[in-house]
C-alpha cells in the first residue's frame, strides 16, 4: 500500500483538519461528534441541508457546503456510514427554523442511522424531512443496499435543492423538488483498478491486467460484467445505454450531462468519455441543457468513471444556475 497518511486510525481526523484551516470563513469543522457545516450557520428563516456517508468518496460530501448546497456533511470513517449522533449534532447545529433536509444515499447503514437520527431530532421539535437517492441502475441489491445503491444524482440533488433552500422556499418544497430530481436521474459506473482502504492494507478486489468491472459501485461493490477492457467509445455506450432505457429518456429530453471520475482517473479520459456520451445524447435526440465533468464523487484511488444523466426542465436548469460557494464547486458568487 503507498499512501501519503501518517496514521490509518488518524487520516479522517486529519483530513477534517486540513479542511477546516484551507476554507476558513467557509466552512467550520466540529469534532466530538465529526461534522462539517457552513461557517455563517445556521441561517435562520432558511431550510437546512445535511447530507453524508463514509469518508473516501471525497469532494463528497464536505465539499459542498456552502451558500447555495449543503448546510452540513457528517463524515464517517472511511467506507463507514456516520452515527446517529454525528447526524443528530449536525442537524441540530445547522437547523434555522424552517427545518432540516436529510439528502441520504441508499446505502443500508447510512439509512437506518439518519432515520435514528431524524426521529431523535423530530422529538425535539425540529422538522425533518429526507430524501433517500437511489440512482444506479446497474444493480437492484449489493452487498451495502436493500434496492438501488445511490450516486452521481446525488451531487445534482444537493445542488438543486441547496438552491431552492437559498430561495427560502418551505421544507416540502425543497423536499418534493430533491425527490423530483431523484426520480428524473439514472447513474452507472465502471472501474478500471480497485481501490485500497487504509484500513485494510490492500485492495478491495481482484481486477487484472487487461480487465474491467462494469457496474460497479463506489465503494468497490461488484458490478453486472467483468469484461476485457474496451475503448472509450464501447465503454460509454455500455453505461449510458441502460441508464437511457430504464427511465426512459424520449427524443427532445433536455438533460444534464455528468462524467465523475472514480478518483484516480485523468481529466483528459474524462473529457474523452463526455465526447462519447454527447454523440450518445445527440444521436438519441436528447438536448444536453448543461454538463458537468471532473472528480466529484470518488471511491479514493479508484480509477473508472461514473454517468449520470438527469432529465431537466427550465427550473431545474434556473436552480442548477443559481449561485454557489464550496470548496468543490463554485460559480456566480
Known sequence: MKKIINQPEDLVREALQG????HQGLLAVHFDPDFIRRANGPVKGKVALVSGGGSGHEPLHGGY???????????GAVFTSPTPDQILAATRAVDGGAGVLHIVKNYTGDVLNFEMAADLAREEGIRVETVVIADDVAVENSLYTAGRRGTGVTVVAEKIAGAAAEQRRPLGAVADLCRRVHDQGRSMGMALTSCTVPQAGRPTFDLPEGEMELGVGIHGEPGRFRLPLRSAAEITAMLAEPILADLPFQAGDPVLAFVNGLG???LIELYLVYHELSRICAARGLTVARSLVGTYMTSLEMAGCTLTLVRMDDELVRLWDAPVRTPALRWGI
Open 19 to 22: 479542511m477546516a484551516s484551507a
Open 65 to 75: 457546503v456552502g451558500p447555495g448546497m449543503l448546510d452540513a456533511a457528517v463524515p
Open 264 to 266: 484516480g482517473t485523468p
